[in-house]
């Protein structure tokens, strides 16, 4: 299975700046995602990050507040802009092949705080 | 999305074996069944998946009801490092292939 490098691992922030998280896989993948995880919560999808072309993002996220890139098949970014610190969280990045039938692989998060 | 259900929590005994069900009464025919686990600060790792038969790998085995609308995960001998949030989640291609997190299993694991 694919081996996820995410950074950076954890992060301090003061609201109003941005921070841009980087998700690296040592494989082509079809699909990419992006996660959030609220303290003592359960993931929440916030967007399929498309290779070449504009994320999909799940309801209650928009692309002003966590834009996301994907220039290639391994390699993927999110932002989280204008921040507060109701956005303290970890994110996460999953990747996985287009087949109901396979394994998804999850980066080990980000934790962001926001002061 | 079809959607899982799934115990808020258990508990086990260190080597004894996890039974740990999920129902899924509004699965489509082409969804597989996929479970993961989280780890205490870490990010979820998977576990096992699979469509109608029932499957086994080193970590857990995956009973899968004849209706397919639940299964079973089973730990045979349950070791503290078990002790996570369990997932059950269905994996869909006309979702996309994302996988919807529902508030898992929290499985304690008593020395």
């Known amino acids: 299975s694919a081996v996820i490098s995410q950074k950076p691992s954890r992060d301090i922030c003061q609201r109003g700046t941005s921070l841009t998280i980087q998700c690296q896989v040592d494989?082509?993948?079809?699909?990419m995602f992006w996660y959030r995880q609220q303290p003592g919560q359960s993931l929440t999808l916030i967007a399929t990050a498309n290779q070449g072309s504009e994320a999909t993002y799940e309801s209650g996220f928009v692309i002003d507040k966590f834009p996301i890139s994907r220039p290639n098949l391994t390699f993927s970014t999110l932002t989280v802009s204008n921040m507060s610190p109701e956005d303290s969280s970890i994110y996460l990045c999953?990747?996985?092949?287009?087949?109901?039938?396979?394994?998804?692989?999850f980066g080990s998060g980000t934790r962001l705080t926001v002061v | 999305d079809a959607k899982t259900t799934q115990p808020n929590s258990m508990e086990s005994n260190e080597e004894e074996p996890v039974h740990l069900p999920c129902n899924h009464s509004t699965i489509s025919g082409t969804d597989y069944i996929h479970w993961y686990r989280q780890l205490p600060s870490q990010g979820p790792e998977y576990v096992i998946h699979g469509l109608t038969s029932n499957v086994n790998n080193r970590m857990a085995s995956l009973a899968i009801a004849e209706d397919r609308k639940s299964s079973t995960l089973i730990l045979h001998r349950a070791t503290l490092r078990d002790a996570a949030v369990y997932y059950c989640i269905l994996k869909s291609g006309g979702s996309n292939y994302k996988l919807t997190f529902g508030k898992g299993t929290l499985l304690t694991v008593n020395p």
């Open positions: 999953s990747v996985s092949r287009a087949q109901t039938g396979s394994r998804s692989t």
């Open positions: 494989s082509q993948v079809t699909m």
